[in-house]
């Protein structure tokens, strides 16, 4: 790094504010790389001195090249394990391409259709996110502009997996996404044996969010199970999942020797994870009626 | 509030500072309550909008009344359970009182000591953080002000727990509580089926600690495994515990029917939880040499 590039990261400053703003992550800003404007949301990339490339939407961090593994591995192979050998998957939102990446090391998968309401956030990715936007021009992929929870509703019995890769619920167009009414056209898009995963926030700061999607989640398909993960660079560090399907159990149906055969591929996610992961501290179970 | 209060609120920040600086957490103050530089350290206690009282050491967070149960529990009772009836712990640090509120709830234990090197951590703590500081006049505890890594040297084969609650490796004294010879000191220290726990800091920010620690006791202990937990104002809110013991192992040795017993005084810890806490994700495998 030369003088002036120093001098710059001395005063540029990214700041997430959680909770209305009485806490937040401050991150140093090495370069700020992309600002827009899109329809949806505000979109900018920087680049972070120790965690390379960071997304956010609406000035919230969406990822960073350090940490997506965390994230992403745990939306896509809890759900993904969880079924015998997926084929065709959707996954909404996920404008990264993280996900995508993640779907795709999956060889049973012949199809996957990545809902993104705002093009400009894949053209961005493309771009200047190389470590997770690299699938988008698989054969396998295809790329639909459309509100999610819209563009569903024409699929019935189809999926093997949709996996729900939304920004907040109060941010852009995230609210869609954590409506009663999208999780049951998700069911109906789902084969009798898919599954099925969502974020659903953290439960320290948004925990009214965690038990608004569960319950919302868990009225619509019979199988379902709030799992966490680490995830460093999001509010509070811990992230919930949700699992659900109207056959499959994410324990009793775990492929573990496909999980055994594909473990060397990834940063977070093995076997273990996926059984723990179901095991929830107290005060989560509280917050969505198991304790 | 008042409108005083309001505009207090507006100016005054927290700001703790990981991986160099270059990002951190932030944390609006309601009120400053209390700043003393004692020999060994900058104490700052505030109260915040939402988090209570945060209890903070050369500018790291120790504690906040909002999360502070997630790390405590998480340290003393995986240990605890670990042993058919713990009569004699010894806490290393611990000046905020949280950790040893936690070890008086099980009723087999009749002699606590504190050895906290720092008399104002404890005063302070005493006068300002109700939550934790509660259990100093128990006449089960005894305070000892002393540096715990020579403290420890005059006992052998007496404690059937101990405990490292210690400021972080960089800050304060925390540096002699992550030395082979003070590991050396707690294995002596302890009976055979004694059993041990340190906080290990967090895999994300500071991975070479990690490494260090657990190597360190794992050259000590026959018996040794990292285990995580969510810590949601901690860095990167992932941290590490290394629990030891010469005999004892945390999965067999579980006292699955006391842990039962004791669950609902808990809000974090539960017998799933300890049983699921030793699954680590790839990437902290690999940080402790176990992939």
């Given at each position: 790094?030369?003088?002036?590039?120093?001098?710059?990261?001395?005063?540029?400053?990214?700041?997430?504010?959680y909770?209305?703003?009485?806490?937040?992550?401050?991150?140093?800003?090495?370069?700020l790389?992309y600002?827009?404007?899109?329809?949806?949301?505000?979109?900018?990339?920087?680049?972070?001195?120790?965690?390379?490339?960071?997304?956010?939407?609406?000035?919230i961090?969406?990822?960073?090249?350090?940490?997506?593994?965390?994230?992403?591995?745990?939306?896509?192979?809890?759900?993904?394990?969880?079924?015998?050998?997926?084929?065709?998957?959707?996954?909404?939102?996920?404008?990264?391409?993280?996900?995508?990446?993640?779907?795709?090391?999956?060889?049973?998968?012949?199809?996957?259709?990545?809902?993104?309401?705002?093009?400009y956030?894949?053209?961005?990715?493309?771009?200047?996110?190389?470590?997770?936007?690299?699938?988008?021009?698989?054969?396998?992929?295809?790329i639909?502009?459309e509100?999610?929870?819209?563009?569903?509703?024409?699929?019935?019995?189809?999926?093997?997996?949709?996996?729900?890769?939304?920004?907040?619920?109060?941010?852009?167009?995230?609210?869609?996404?954590?409506?009663?009414d999208?999780?049951?056209?998700?069911?109906?898009?789902?084969?009798?044996?898919?599954?099925?995963?969502?974020?659903?926030?953290?439960?320290?700061?948004?925990?009214?969010?965690?038990?608004?999607?569960?319950?919302?989640?868990?009225?619509?398909?019979?199988?379902?199970?709030?799992?966490?993960?680490?995830?460093t660079?999001?509010?509070?560090?811990?992230?919930?999942?949700?699992?659900?399907?109207?056959?499959?159990?994410?324990?009793?149906?775990?492929?573990?020797?496909?999980?055994?055969?594909?473990?060397?591929?990834?940063?977070?996610?093995?076997?273990?994870?996926?059984r723990?992961?179901?095991?929830?501290?107290?005060f989560?179970?509280?917050?969505?009626?198991?304790?």
């Amino acid at each position: 790094m030369d003088d002036r590039e120093l001098r710059t990261m001395r005063h540029l400053f990214f700041m997430e504010y959680y909770s209305g703003g009485n806490t937040g992550l401050f991150m140093k800003m090495k370069k700020l790389i992309y600002s827009y404007q899109s329809p949806y949301q505000r979109i900018d990339i920087f680049e972070h001195p120790d965690f390379g490339r960071v997304f956010t939407l609406d000035g919230i961090v969406m990822c960073t090249e350090a940490d997506e593994f965390m994230y992403h591995e745990m939306l896509a192979h809890v759900p993904l394990f969880s079924h015998s050998g997926p084929e065709r998957v959707l996954i909404i939102g996920g404008g990264d391409g993280g996900t995508l990446r993640e779907v795709l090391k999956h060889e049973s998968v012949t199809e996957v259709i990545v809902c993104e309401i705002d093009p400009y956030v894949i053209e961005a990715a493309k771009k200047y996110l190389p470590q997770t936007a690299f699938e988008f021009d698989n054969p396998k992929t295809t790329i639909v502009n459309e509100n999610g929870a819209d563009y569903i509703k024409q699929y019935k019995d189809y999926f093997d997996a949709i996996i729900v890769d939304s920004t907040d619920p109060t941010a852009g167009e995230g609210g869609y996404l954590f409506t009663k009414d999208f999780y049951r056209c998700c069911a109906d898009a789902l084969k009798t044996d898919g599954v099925f995963s969502a974020e659903t926030e953290d439960p320290f700061y948004d925990k009214g969010w965690v038990a608004i999607a569960f319950n919302r989640i868990s009225s619509v398909f019979a199988n379902n199970a709030v799992y966490c993960g680490f995830m460093t660079t999001y509010p509070s560090g811990m992230w919930t999942y949700t699992f659900a399907s109207k056959s499959r159990d994410p324990q009793r149906d775990f492929d573990t020797e496909r999980a055994a055969r594909m473990e060397k591929l990834f940063h977070y996610y093995n076997r273990e994870i996926h059984r723990s992961a179901f095991a929830l501290p107290t005060f989560v179970k509280e917050l969505i009626g198991k304790a």
